[in-house]
């Protein structure tokens, strides 16, 4: 049985699933010839990433295919219900890059406190002419320690950022309206772990307390963060999305940015993605990263190995 892996699959994703016997194909095939080339192949299972599409007119096309996997979490690339109307088996791999999309996340706040994303760009050009006028300009940072973070979206990806939060001594806040609480497990090296029971509060209160603001919600109609939200949050604000473009309005955030309503942004997900806009791109209080969440060696292992055994379980 033959799997083609559009967007790519890690080694050890195809290692496992060719020990199941199954062939794997590593084509990038252009969406417009997706369709035959499924077809001519025989083609069994379709795994993408974000690149690739699968709407109703290839499922309709392909009656041999009998799964559409997504490695990673959010599939609004595929049409999900409409597959699984017609008999197909349509998985993910939500759990595998949570940790992943957390270290970014956090990597983006520990820079945006400290100003490393100018600092990064202004040391190489003025370093050695301009340094003592650097070292001004970037000493008023912030520790994360003792702040409150607040989180909107309190899945595996946000609870998975709230343990790094707890970890760096963070207070942590969290709203979905899917939640009531969650109990986390921080595991050490040394093998001890301690538990933490978050109880999600309002957003608005969220909002209101939050020193540092993450989202971690699924890509929807409306925005989760527009103007009223900024109005309602604390003066200095600093705000990460590294969920979907979208969820935050990009020209409010500016605004807000403008105004000194949020000191700070970090963004990993773009309205316009594959081409973010250019106010964003040179706007220097942002910190960007192009959709690079997931993107760890180790979660892409997790997702590989993840979309085989699902793939082996559902067809022997």
């Not at 949020?262 to 942002?286: G, H, I, S, T, Y």
């Amino acid at each position: 049985m033959k799997v083609l892996a559009n967007d790519g699959v890690s080694q050890s994703g195809i290692d496992a699933l060719e020990k199941g016997g199954y062939e794997v194909i590593t084509t990038t095939v252009a969406q417009e010839q997706l369709i035959n080339y499924i077809n001519e192949k025989d083609i069994a299972v379709l795994l993408v990433r974000s690149a690739t599409t699968v709407r109703k007119d290839l499922i309709d096309a392909c009656p041999g295919l009998k799964i559409i996997g997504r490695g990673g979490v959010g599939m609004d690339n595929i049409d999900v219900e409409y597959a699984r109307e017609k008999g197909l088996s349509v998985i993910n791999t939500p759990a595998a890059s949570s940790h992943s999309v957390a270290e970014l996340v956090f990597g983006h706040l520990y820079g945006l406190a400290r100003f490393l994303h100018n600092s990064n760009r202004d040391m190489p050009l003025e370093g050695d002419t301009n340094f003592g006028k650097l070292k001004k300009a970037y000493a008023k940072g912030t520790e994360l320690k003792g702040k409150t973070l607040g989180v909107l979206g309190f899945g595996r990806i946000g609870q998975a950022t709230a343990k790094v939060a707890l970890g760096a001594g963070m207070k942590v806040i969290a709203f979905d309206p899917f939640l009531e609480k969650a109990n986390l497990e921080l595991d050490f090296f040394d093998g001890q772990t301690l538990n933490f029971e978050i109880k999600t509060i309002s957003k608005e209160d969220v909002l209101k307390q939050s020193d540092f603001i993450t989202l971690h919600v699924p890509a929807q109609k409306d925005y989760v963060i527009d103007e009223a939200e900024f109005n309602i949050m604390k003066d200095g604000v600093i705000i990460a999305n590294a969920a979907r473009g979208g969820v935050l309005n990009e020209v409010a955030l500016v605004k807000a940015l403008e105004s000194g309503k949020v000191a700070r942004a970090a963004l990993d997900v773009f309205e316009k993605e594959p081409k973010p806009e250019m106010q964003l791109l040179m706007n220097p209080a942002l910190s960007l990263t192009p959709h690079t969440g997931a993107a760890t060696n180790e979660a892409q292992d997790r997702i590989g190995t993840e979309l085989a055994s699902q793939i082996i379980s559902i067809l022997g």
